[in-house]
């Protein structure tokens, strides 16, 4: 196994680690919405300390339901790593077209070098 493979494989368990521990541990068992948003723990925290606060401003489009709005959360984070993943293969893709003619144009070079029968124009 090489080392990348090793270190890749190592972070796969890490991030599984991150994901599981929560649920083994238990953790938000105490709540009604143990996993619920930041927004949420927010918003609770806000009127219990400050009641009568009113917001400076509201949504501009609140989804029907928390079904509708996790499927927007994931259609969102869906298209950021497409664009992301994008753009990163874009970049090796142009490295290795750039490796790929920086090893051709030696070859190309010693063609170009040969002297011409005639005196150029």
């Given at each position: 196994m090489s080392r990348?493979?090793?270190?890749?494989?190592?972070?796969?368990v890490i991030v599984a680690?991150?994901?599981?521990?929560?649920?083994?541990l238990g953790l938000g068992d105490h709540k009604e919405e143990p996993f619920a948003g930041?927004?949420?723990?927010?918003e609770t925290a806000i009127t219990e300390i400050a009641p009568d606060y009113e917001p400076w401003f509201s949504?501009?489009?609140?989804?029907?339901?928390?079904?509708?709005?996790?499927?927007?959360?994931?259609?969102?984070?869906?298209?950021?790593?497409?664009?992301?993943?994008?753009?990163?293969?874009?970049?090796?893709?142009r490295r290795q077209g750039e490796a790929r003619a920086a090893?051709?144009?030696?070859g190309d070079a010693?063609?170009?070098?040969?002297?011409s029968d005639g005196p150029a124009a």
């Open positions: 990348n493979a090793k270190i890749n494989t190592l972070l796969l680690a991150l994901a599981v521990f929560p649920l083994v930041a927004d949420a723990e927010a949504p501009l489009y609140e989804p029907p339901s928390g079904e509708v709005e996790s499927a927007l959360f994931a259609l969102q984070a869906a298209l950021g790593a497409g664009v992301l993943a994008y753009y990163f293969g874009l970049r090796k893709g090893a051709a144009a030696p010693s063609r170009a070098a040969v002297p």
